[in-house]
């Protein structure tokens, strides 16, 4: 018989208040997994009550934040000592392969770790204010109940990137996750109670973005909603948010430009450049989807990417030496694949890829693509696509490069492949993007902040600074 999941709301198992299910679906078999309660918008206030009832209650509004920091280094470890069990979960649900989301799910916990250590340096300030008379300071305070709504492309990571800050501030949260991936962050919840937290302080209701994410983001009960998905639903999310005013982090598309310059080393360009758009088939939000090579190497790059991109071995997640797994569903699927063939209508040449390759299991794989004679102006090189799909364009100088790598709604990350320190140092001062990594690509950590420019996103995710985003500010006056 089919797994089921009810919703986890007040520390325990909550039947969906209508009793609807979905199935979710591995896309490499296509075998159904398991059935996860359809969420509506009672069940959401369920949720937003019982977090309310959690942060108003002293169990956790008077517990201590060092308290605090030891639950969530507890809740570290729980994450860790079932790490194996969660990498296999994400990967039937997402596709991802085992042995990439082994390496992610150990990350998972240093989240809990970092933001665990953070819980009680929360602290404000002593003013000097123009008169000695007065003592003037500063409290930082939960905000109250955050609202979070995730994708699917890396469920327990951007889950816990909201999860460890909201929870380090003394807030409270219910959490939306994907229609994609629900099992895991069911498991969370689960092991957050395991790990001592109050009833309530964790609450996951799962569903549709219809029918739980936006009753979620419209309720009045929330202080605060994170969302990391696509800029139309962010934007959607961001017009409620404000019509409230509460706060909102908002984690958005991106199409991220990976820049070669003819003084880099090519080989190591061409490695970056495949690993920048084709991990996780491409569905991650900062896949280096355009590339931009300096005509002096345009040829030599284009070259060792497309043999590379060509022997990439795809098919089984769980097999260790698969390169690329499936796309996460079958509409995916289908719009990557409308995507290239758009492209050719728009005048691109598809240099390798193209098609959906043959590979024993029925699932959505789709091959590893390189895309040229394209420019900025065509539909793939401007819209974010979320599959294997790279397009490469050519450059001269180093002002046509910036002007070009700028020329998106988009600025959530860039790649700088040169063997010249000032000119790296140079174009990441001048690229509009949130992150730059040079000679390198990929890199997070959750001390290093994260912040989408333009379209791909407002506030700070990871590192301290995202804490004055799940905390308000009281100024205190003391006539002494
Ligand atoms: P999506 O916007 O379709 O869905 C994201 C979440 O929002 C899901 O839980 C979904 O159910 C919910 N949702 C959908 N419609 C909603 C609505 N009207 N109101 C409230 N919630 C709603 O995005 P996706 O396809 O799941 O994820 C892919 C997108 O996420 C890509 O654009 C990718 O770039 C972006 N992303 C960004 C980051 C980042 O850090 N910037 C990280 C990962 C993914």
Known sequence: MTKRYQHFINGR???PSDGAYFESTNPATLEVLYEAARGNAADV???????????????WRDLSQTRRGHLMRRLGDLIADNAEEMALAETQDNGKLLREMRGQMAGVPEYLYYYGGLADKIQGDQIPTSSHLVLNYTMREPLGVVGAITPWNSPMTL???KLAPALASGNTIVIKPSEHTSANI???AELATEAGFPDGVVNVVTGFGTEVGAPLADHSGLAKISFTGSTGTGQAIATSAASRFIGSTLELGGKSPNIVFDDANVGNAAMGVIAGVFAAAGQTCIAGSRVFAHKAVYDELLEKVSRRAESIVIGDPLDDRTELGPLAFESQCEKVASYVDLGVQEGATVATGGRRPDVELPGYFYSPTVLTDVNNDMRVVKEEIFGPVTAVIPFETEEE???????SIYGLAAGVWTNSLSRGHRIARQLDAGTVWLNMYRAMSPMSPRQGFKASGVGVEHGIESIKDYTRLKSVWVNT
């Open 186 to 188: 069911l498991r969370l």
């Open 401 to 407: 490069l910036v002007g070009m790598a700028n020329d």
């Open 45 to 59: 206030d369920s949720a937003v009550a019982a977090a309310r009832e959690a942060f108003e209650n002293p169990a």
């Open 13 to 15: 198992w909550h039947k």
């Open 159 to 161: 889950t816990t990137s």
